[in-house]
């Protein structure tokens, strides 16, 4: 006999969250991996069971495609063990991290192998690769993709940070090109710059940093990476869509065969302009959190299955940087840390609006999985991973930004009460994250040793 039968158990639920819908099921686990899912009355002989209450569900482990670590460079901002411990109590498995704002930025195959040398023995959860296309790299992109990175981010403005050089228009069409020839994928960040006001203080009104980021430079910038999609075939990715006005340019193109994809961000769902206070730099993000009455079309997008993904966009900093400027938002660091409290947030809003669990688990796992390519993440079936969260949907708590378990103690969702929280988090198999267990101090829900993987993509594999 290959396992032990110590290593075999059953985790039974009266909703799991099985291809699509919520079934009762018995999920069989043996050693890292789901062996088997069993009707409700179906029997195992010699296996432990694990009962989930009825009042909570049993899904598959989220996938967060957007998650800016900063490791190695800027540790003090984030890093791996921290990031992914956060994302373990948020029932995030599978991670993948950004090309920003570490130094070096993974725009080489060096750089991707040092940020797999520092991730590896810190990693909670599942984690893979973004690669960076910038003018520097442009034209040779083939060794990191065959290195493993899950695809490719450019900017089409300045990204913050002098590293990370941002493409034009000719570049970008180009980095197009180079991606449809290698099968990958480019996920862009979409503001136009020439409609950007340029950097610099602006004071602590909210209203005028909103006012420096208009719609129409998102609008403008997407409607470039539809065009490059159309023309080149390459498989595009809309990061971070927070101006809902263009929903239906996404919509039509996508209608029309383009290979594009869009995400957006629980806070675009839960926080609006309106709500935000003046000074508050933790709301600093970009494209910036714009009206109410885009927030609600957005929803119209997630429902109607516009949007493919929700992701945190886990951008910290320290608190100092998010304070620059004394409140002024022209000069706080852009970036919005949530890292842990995403499914929380968005279903709070959620089920205010008559919006189901169902619609919105498929944007947390599957959804995210497939703008990254990565295989046997966010489902529960045989054969795929033992990645999976306990999600328990009347529990009500309150956001203290000084106990998430991401770095630097601050978040858009300070003080914020909240329904709906992760309870327990399996990593191929084994416990990581249950919330009972928690306490004071850093870190008391996590148990053992860091054991989460490093993820390449399948290269030269159809995905
Ligand atoms: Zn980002």
């Known amino acids: 006999m290959r396992a032990s039968a110590a290593r075999r158990f059953v985790i039974r639920a009266a909703r799991a969250f099985i291809e699509g819908s919520f079934q009762p099921a018995g999920v069989v686990v043996e050693g890292d991996r789901i062996v088997d899912v069993l009707g409700p009355r179906d029997r195992v002989a010699g296996a432990l ?270 608190v100092d940087l998010k304070r620059s400027g004394g409140g002024d938002f022209g000069l706080a660091w852009g970036g919005i840390a949530g890292l842990q409290v995403g499914l929380s947030a968005v279903w709070t809003e959620a089920r205010g609006r008559g919006i189901r669990l169902e619609t919105l688990v498929p944007l947390f796992t599957t959804g995210p999985a497939a703008v990254a390519g990565v295989p046997d993440a966010g489902v529960i079936r045989p054969g795929a991973p033992a990645n999976l969260t306990v999600f328990g949907l009347h529990d009500t708590y309150v956001i203290h930004a000084d106990r998430l378990l991401h770095k630097n103690p601050i978040t858009a969702y300070d003080r914020r009460m909240l329904s709906g929280r992760i309870r327990r988090t399996w990593l191929h198999g084994a416990t990581v994250f249950d919330v009972t267990e928690g306490g004071a101090g850093e870190a008391p829900h996590l148990r053992g040793a860091p054991r989460g993987r490093l993820l390449s993509a399948p290269v030269g594999v159809a995905r």
Request: glycine share 8%; with cysteine.
């Open 49 to 318: 069971a694990t009962l989930v209450p009825d009042d909570a569900v049993l899904l598959p482990g989220l996938v967060d495609s957007h998650v800016h670590v900063n490791e190695p460079g800027r540790t003090e901002w984030e890093g791996f063990r921290s990031a992914t411990l956060a994302a373990a109590a948020g029932g995030i498995t599978t991670l993948v991290d950004m090309p920003l704002n570490s130094i070096p930025p993974t725009t080489t195959p060096e750089a991707l192998e040092v940020k797999r040398s520092v991730a590896g023995p810190s990693a909670y959860v599942d984690l893979g690769f973004w690669g960076g296309a910038v003018p520097g790299n442009l034209g040779s992109l083939r060794p990191l993709h065959e290195a493993g990175v899950f695809g490719f981010k450019c900017f089409l403005s300045p990204s913050g940070v002098d590293e990370f050089a941002h493409l034009d228009r000719a570049q970008f069409a180009s980095a197009m090109e180079e991606v449809a020839a290698l099968g990958s994928r480019l996920i862009v960040h979409a503001e136009d710059p020439a409609l950007l006001r340029a950097d610099g203080a602006l004071g602590r009104e909210y209203a005028a940093f909103l006012a420096s980021r208009p719609a129409e430079s998102e609008a403008s910038a997407i409607r470039l990476v539809i065009d490059q999609a159309r023309r080149t075939g390459a498989r595009a990715h809309i990061l971070h869509l927070s101006d809902a006005g263009s929903l239906p340019a996404i919509r039509e193109a996508k209608a029309s065969g383009v290979k594009l994809t869009v995400e957006t961000c629980p806070h675009y769902l839960t926080i609006s302009a309106e709500q935000i206070p003046d000074g508050a730099g933790e709301f600093k993000c970009c494209p910036p959190i714009r009206d109410a009455a885009s927030r609600d079309l957005l929803w119209a997008g997630i429902v109607d299955g516009t949007i493919d993904a929700i992701v945190s966009d886990h951008s910290p900093s320290t």
